[in-house]
């Protein structure tokens, strides 16, 4: 068992004093802002406000054909004190004006705005930048009043940039290589990102298949501590060599240009950056198109000399132009919609720890390792089933009993006493009868029956099966030939299948049925609005029946009783049946605690709304409770209801907004209005010991207080209202806030280093800095490699080779979620550590892999599958 698991996140070194250096900056002018956001308005038809320059195309510009631009800062358009331009030496003015005035004149080109773009253009021809030296401080940082960092609000954007390029003048050598890896810096939305470049070449069945290694950069901040974290993440980066390439309708692609300076006297310079450009399908002019802020058309006018590709080019042979033609090259990125990859993503912890080394000696002295974290907590999982090898037959034949027993009196409590009705709606008959099998095993059943109907009785249990074929019901949706739009098709053709599943399946009274639904896999419907899912989980919520889909199996290697397994067992979660192990925290547990977890899900844009909306969803377990222990909070009754109930309220909810005279509420009516239902929760929990659970990426931007330069502990706060301590809301409440990657890197990935110079591995805990105090309140929780995943040697390498093996490029490496759990109040006298730890352990339970959220919010992220077609979740390899 390790005892310690490395952050690859990075603070401020307070020996080596406060980060200074001087940059020559240069702001973007009044006079160019003004006369700019007039032109620009000149063809604005939106409703909606002009939204600002498109500064962002010009920044990536100037990236790319500027080599001395360090940086850009972020609000320099619409702030002419904000710096704008971060560079070493001051840039000249042939440089930076002949891109400035390429991006102008594309800013509108209509015919009818030439004379205003001449105008504005003899305008800027006028104004030279202004450059001045400016001192930065990169570890600037306030605190706030809860005592954590605040970072000045430049550094977010402005110090990844840095730190990448810094990284990039240093080669990396991979283990067993014999030659230097060197890395390109890579501007992005949030931070930065460095890839290996030229990309590695691994060739199996003939064919050569690319990919590169990629570290992300960002910054952060951890709840109550005084330092900001720069976290750096590894990972894959693949290309796409597969001719064509296939970009589904709706969907884009990302590519990064490797590009020559087009300036006298800087050819031979060793380029650090990759340009990043996006190519996304036009329905109006039939193909794909450069979209948004890429700026490959202005440098393609600028550049006159060299030829660069198009989006066809690149689609029609991205391999040709990946190998490089002249001294140009681009990489189309590989995403998962586009199908597999020969190439598995992620690393393993033995070749990130590597990397991170490396990291580590190119931020010194200025940024210092974070210290690794040591166990808080002896105890790493609940109550729970004993783990029995496979050859002891009868000691897991009585396991397996008693797991049975425990499903079949969870089950009886979700159910009320009441049967279960399922329907099995497949396409093959082989999926049939696994899914028979499997819910037979998982029940203990022994006579499966036989015809289309079905009753199986055991242990005071009644089960009603229904089987019949899914017909058309699976088929891709089709929109009428009549629709005015394709919007508003798609709508019709969900309405339409929607009806189609209430006319072949009669209203359920009672509790809510179930129905195990094969359907092909969501890469069979590759247009946008034609798969069939959302559409069938409507419909059948409007039979009160709840429905879990199983994939059609695509050829012999997919195991069906697995997946037949897997889809049983979250039917039955959806039900209800999914109550909390007890959890080992010790005796100073309250009695009868119940936990609630909180989570907003966003239902996405359709053609009757415009525009997305955000719902909060609430689940209480009561593990204690003889009937419907797991419940979800129902805003219109103001009341718990039972979990299957209110994901079925969840999808009849959505006919609201079908009405004609209903309106979609803003951004900040639904704030408020979410703000309004933590409220009404916290009241109606008052009165038990309550543990609630909030994931503050995912809430922060609907409950503002969440933002950790708000937080303070052991108080609560809300809009409009100040800060009350946590005992306002009641004496029995404790309140432990999550975070998980986030899709920003919120938190670290890690490792678990070896002992005794052994390879890097996993641990499994609940973790904590060494220094901390009694009073701490942050710790990381880490969970298993699910025993369902392949296993996976700890010192697989892909960038390197090991002493006799060729590097196996081809494996996917899984890697468990890291969650930061932060005790945000808890009374006086209890220790936060607990809290802690009771969080920790629901991510354990015997009916499932290690999940990656406690089972109360994992069950509320889930009912998103009710406002919005989703797949199951699990681990994203790393």
Not at 260 to 266: C, I, L, Q, S, T
Not at 463 to 476: I, K, M, N, R
Not at 851 to 863: I, T, W, Y
Request: contains cysteine.
């Amino acid at each position: 068992m390790h005892s310690l698991i490395t952050p690859c996140a990075y603070e401020p070194d307070p020996s080596a004093g406060p980060w200074v250096e001087d940059f020559h900056v240069t702001t973007f002018a009044e006079q160019w802002r003004s006369e700019l956001t007039d032109l620009c308005a000149l063809g604005w038809r939106s409703r909606d406000p002009f939204a600002g320059l498109p500064i962002r195309k010009l920044d990536g510009l100037l990236r790319a054909v500027a080599p001395g631009v360090l940086a850009t800062g972020r609000g320099a358009a619409a702030d002419s004190t904000v710096p704008w331009l971060y560079a070493r030496e001051p840039l000249p003015a042939d440089v930076v004006l002949p891109a400035f005035l390429s991006w102008v004149a594309a800013l509108r080109p209509e015919t009818e705005h030439q004379a205003a773009s001449r105008r504005v253009l003899d305008a800027v021809r006028q104004t030279e930048p202004e450059w001045s030296t400016s001192p930065v401080e990169l570890s600037g940082t306030d605190i706030s009043p809860g005592g954590t960092a605040s970072p000045h609000q430049r550094l977010y954007a402005l110090l990844p940039e840095l730190l990448a390029l810094r990284l990039a003048e240093r080669p990396f050598r991979a283990e067993g290589q014999d030659t230097d890896m060197w890395f390109r810096a890579v501007r992005l939305e949030h931070g930065a990102e460095l890839v290996s470049w030229p990309p590695q070449t691994f060739r199996k069945n003939g064919q050569d298949h690319h990919y590169s290694a990629r570290l992300r950069i960002t910054l952060h901040t951890v709840p109550f501590a005084p330092s900001f974290r720069v976290h750096v993440s590894s990972g894959i980066r693949r290309w796409v060599t597969r001719t064509p390439v296939w970009i589904p309708r709706g969907r884009g692609a990302t590519v990064l240009f490797d590009l020559p300076f087009p300036w006298d006297g800087e050819t031979g310079k060793r380029r650090v950056r990759l340009v990043g450009n996006a190519m996304k399908f036009s329905p109006s002019d039939g193909r794909c198109m450069w979209r948004g802020q890429s700026p490959m058309e202005i440098i393609d006018d600028l550049d006159i000399v060299r030829r660069f590709p198009k989006p066809d080019d690149l689609i029609a042979d991205p391999r040709a132009w990946l190998d490089g033609q002249g001294d140009v090259a681009a990489a189309v990125v590989h995403s998962t919609m586009m199908g597999k990859h020969t190439i598995g993503a992620g690393l393993m912890p033995g070749e990130r720890a590597h990397l991170d080394k490396w990291v580590e000696a190119g931020l010194r002295p200025w940024l210092r390792r974070v210290p690794s974290l040591t166990r808080a907590f002896r105890v790493t999982k609940p109550v729970m089933l004993p783990k029995v090898p496979r050859k002891d037959t009868a000691r897991r034949a009585t396991v397996e009993m008693r797991a049975v027993s425990a499903r079949r009196a969870t089950l009886r409590a979700a159910l009320a006493g009441a049967p279960l009705n399922v329907d099995i709606v497949t396409v093959y008959p082989e999926t049939r009868e696994h899914l028979l099998r499997q819910l037979a095993e998982l029940l203990g059943v022994t006579d499966l029956g036989d015809g289309n109907l079905r009753r199986w009785s055991v242990d005071g249990l009644d089960v009603d099966l229904v089987l019949s074929e899914s017909g058309s019901l699976a088929t891709a949706l089709k929109a009428p030939p009549d629709a005015q739009d394709k919007g508003t098709g798609a709508d019709e053709a969900q309405r339409a299948r929607r009806a189609s599943v209430a006319a072949r399946f009669p209203l359920r009274t009672g509790r809510p049925g179930l129905a195990l639904v094969e359907i092909p896999g969501p890469d069979r419907f590759t247009s946008p609005g034609t798969d069939p899912k959302f559409a069938l989980r409507l419909g059948f919520a409007d039979t009160r029946r709840l429905s879990q889909f199983i994939k059609i199996a695509e050829d012999d290697a997919d195991d069906q009783a697995i997946r037949a397994d897997a889809a049983c067992r979250d039917g039955l979660r959806q039900l209800g049946a999914s109550s909390a192990p007890a959890h080992r925290a010790g005796t100073g547990v309250p009695q009868k605690l119940q936990y609630v977890a909180l989570w907003v899900a966003r239902k996405q844009t359709t053609a009757q709304t415009k525009r997305a909306s955000r719902h909060l969803v609430a689940v209480r377990i009561r593990p204690a409770d003889p009937e419907h222990p797991v419940r979800a909070w129902d805003d219109r009754a103001q009341d718990w209801i039972p979990y299957a109930d209110f994901l079925v309220s969840l999808a009849a909810g959505s006919d609201a907004e079908t009405n004609a005279l209903w309106r979609p509420p803003t951004v900040e009516d639904e704030r408020t209005d979410v703000e309004r239902r933590v409220r009404a929760i916290l009241f109606q929990v008052r009165d038990r010991p309550t543990l609630l659970m909030a994931n503050a990426g995912n809430m922060r931007d609907s409950w503002r207080w969440l933002s950790n330069r708000t937080l303070v502990r052991d108080t609560l706060g809300f809009a409009r209202e100040p800060d009350q301590r946590l005992g306002a809301f009641g004496e029995h409440l404790r309140v432990v806030l999550l975070r998980d990657r986030n899709g920003r890197d919120e938190v670290p990935q890690w490792y678990a280093p070896g002992k005794d110079n052994d390879t890097p591995g996993f641990g499994t805990g609940l973790w904590a800095s060494p220094d901390a105090l009694p009073d701490n309140r942050v710790f990381a929780s880490t969970a298993d490699v699910p025993s369902t995943f392949p296993k996976i040697a700890r010192g697989l390498r892909k960038l390197g080779r090991e002493p006799g093996r060729a590097p196996s490029a081809t494996v996917t490496a899984w890697n468990p979620q890291y969650l930061e759990l932060t005790v945000l109040g808890c009374p006086s006298q209890d220790t936060p550590v607990t809290w802690a730890a009771i969080t920790h352990q629901m991510r354990f339970h015997d009916e499932y892999v290690p999940l990656s959220r406690p089972l109360p919010m994992h069950l509320a992220k889930l009912a998103e599958q009710y406002l919005n077609p989703q797949s199951a979740e699990r681990d994203s390899p790393e």
